[in-house]
T-cell receptor
């Protein structure tokens, strides 16, 4: 099994749909992250969970709702999205939120298109 | 505000050397990271610098000057598989990662 797995890899949804992105990490890490990656823009941190508690919410619209049921799984629930939400959504994990190296391990992302 | 600057795109020739620069202005400094991201794939960790100087790892080296707010990633003996985007990120005083927009490196035969 790869370190961080994301499903689905591609998702097309209408503005009124409800869908969820799933992330699973098999590395025994304590922190998990959702990032948004748009073309030619820096990675945008959306949410951070440390030991299953949300520790960061960077002013993300409420149409994005995270869920972390345990330290290995992270979800991003999507509802009433806008076309500008179309992007690559990356999940990542790290041993701790702010360790000495804090190296992030990324999943391959979920490419979201909102029509 | 906090800012990371790196060139949008660079082109180099197979077998040559290329240097990708990154300058930063952040609230504090707790390390600088370089990640590689091939098209359609996950970013993967390349290097971490927290002290001034050069860190060498095979064909890749990363340099840091904290006083100048400057880093570079040096790629030697370029191979076609090095075609990718290279992301610079700085961890600030709150241990938050500030990311650059990435440099797309194109390798030509």
């Amino acid at each position: 099994e790869t370190g961080v797995t994301q499903t689905p890899r591609h998702l097309v949804m209408g503005m009124t749909n409800k869908k969820s992105l799933k992330c699973e990490q098999h590395l025994g890490h304590n922190a998990m992250y959702w990032y948004k990656q748009s073309a030619k823009k820096p990675l945008e941190l959306m949410f951070v969970y440390s030991l299953e508690e949300r520790v960061e919410n960077n002013s993300v619209p409420s149409r994005f709702s995270p869920e972390c049921p345990n330290s290995s799984h992270l979800f991003l629930h999507l509802h009433t999205l806008q076309p500008e939400d179309s992007a690559l959504y990356l999940c990542a994990s790290s041993q701790d939120q702010a360790g000495e190296a804090g190296e992030l391990f990324f999943g391959e992302g979920s490419r979201l298109t909102v029509l | 505000g906090q800012n990371i600057d790196q060139p949008t795109e660079m082109t180099a020739t197979e077998g040559a050397i290329v240097q990708i620069n990154c300058t930063y202005q952040t609230s504090g400094f707790n390390g600088l990271f370089w990640y590689q991201q091939h098209a359609g794939e996950a970013p993967t960790f390349l290097s971490y610098n927290v002290l001034d100087g050069l860190e060498e790892k095979g064909r890749f080296s990363s340099f840091l000057s904290r006083s100048k707010g400057y880093s570079y990633l040096l790629l030697k003996e370029l191979q076609m598989k090095d075609s990718a985007s290279y992301l610079c990120a700085v961890r600030d005083s709150n241990y938050q990662l500030i990311w650059g927009a990435g440099t797309k490196l194109i390798i030509k035969p």
